[in-house]
């Protein structure tokens, strides 16, 4: 009975190890931003309120990741969205339509700010690549920590 312990607990030490880098970033957009101090990110066209939200929000992300903020690019949904796809941004804040296409292509992030514009629902959120599921924790993490106790 001894032994099957003690091959229980190195069975679970093994899988904790395994576990370590868990969740992962397919492209490793995380651990470039850490590692290289730079946190590049891109605006979408927003109202002047939202985007006092976006400034507060990426300070916050910069913090939280110790890395410094490039110049924000700014620019149109569909241009952002492919910088994003090519690495050349590491997150583009902008205003997505809740029947939005690109939800399927993209990781939406819970919105920061919600405004109605005639009959469809925007919602100002940070957008990562999909895959990026260690990122998409920090940028959840980050929201949350914006609104404040549920």
């Known amino acids: 009975m001894k032994r099957l312990g ?12 395994a576990c370590d880098s868990y ?15 730079h946190l590049r990110i891109g605006y979408g066209p927003m ?13 916050r992300l910069a913090a939280a990741t110790g890395a ?16 994003l796809e090519k690495d ?3 997150l583009v804040v902008t205003e997505v339509a809740s029947d939005s296409p690109w939800r399927t ?9 919600r405004r109605t514009l005639g009959k469809r629902e925007l919602g100002l959120s940070p957008v990562a690549r999909n895959g990026e599921n260690r990122w998409v924790m920090v940028l959840e ?3 949350r920590a914006m609104r404040g106790p549920a």
């Open 6 to 17: 003690a091959l229980s607990t190195l069975w679970a030490l093994a899988l904790l190890s």
């Open 23 to 37: 969740p992962r970033d397919i492209e490793g957009t995380h651990d470039r931003i850490v590692e290289t101090g």
């Open 47 to 59: 109202p002047a309120n939202e985007r006092v939200l976006a400034d507060r929000f990426a300070t």
């Open 88 to 90: 050349d941004l590491d």
């Open 141 to 143: 993490a980050q929201v």
């Open 68 to 83: 410094r903020l490039a110049p924000p690019q700014e620019g149109t949904g569909e241009a952002l969205f492919a910088a």
């Open 105 to 113: 292509d993209v990781a939406v992030i819970e919105p920061l700010a």
